[in-house]
């Protein structure tokens, strides 16, 4: 079975920096397509960020020039650099990845909030 782990979420000031990582495990499969979710209270799921097995991003146009993903494939890792931090980035941040056959696998999330 597949998982997908988040870390690199916690507590930073607005303008500062955090890291997400997300490393898959449990099985050898290759994702097509990786990338980050994050949930405000009170607010629906939403698409931060995506990368492609052939290096082809999208980003959420409110967080473009701030924050970017890449990901290594031979070890099944995404990364999540976000970059000058706002209070409306608080949310919980999720892993999502869906393989060639696709199979899509879900992390637990990552608490990130934005506060002074």
């Known amino acids: 079975q597949v998982q997908l782990v988040e870390s690199g979420g916690g507590l930073v000031q607005p303008g500062g920096s955090l890291r997400l990582s997300c490393a898959a495990s449990?099985?050898?499969?290759?994702?097509?397509?990786m990338g980050w979710y994050r949930q405000a209270p009170g607010k629906e799921r939403e698409l931060v960020a995506q990368?492609?097995?052939?290096?082809?991003?999208n980003y959420l146009d409110s967080v473009k020039g701030r924050f970017t993903i890449s990901r290594d494939n031979a070890k099944n890792l995404v990364f999540l650099q976000m970059n000058t931090l706002k209070p409306e980035d608080t949310a919980v941040y999720y892993c999502?990845?869906?393989?060639?056959?696709?199979?899509?696998?879900w992390g637990q999330g990552t608490l990130v909030t934005v506060s002074s």
């Open positions: 449990g099985s050898a499969v290759s994702f097509y397509l």
């Open positions: 999502h990845a869906r393989s060639y056959t696709f199979l899509e696998v």
């Open positions: 990368i492609i097995d052939g290096g082809s991003t």
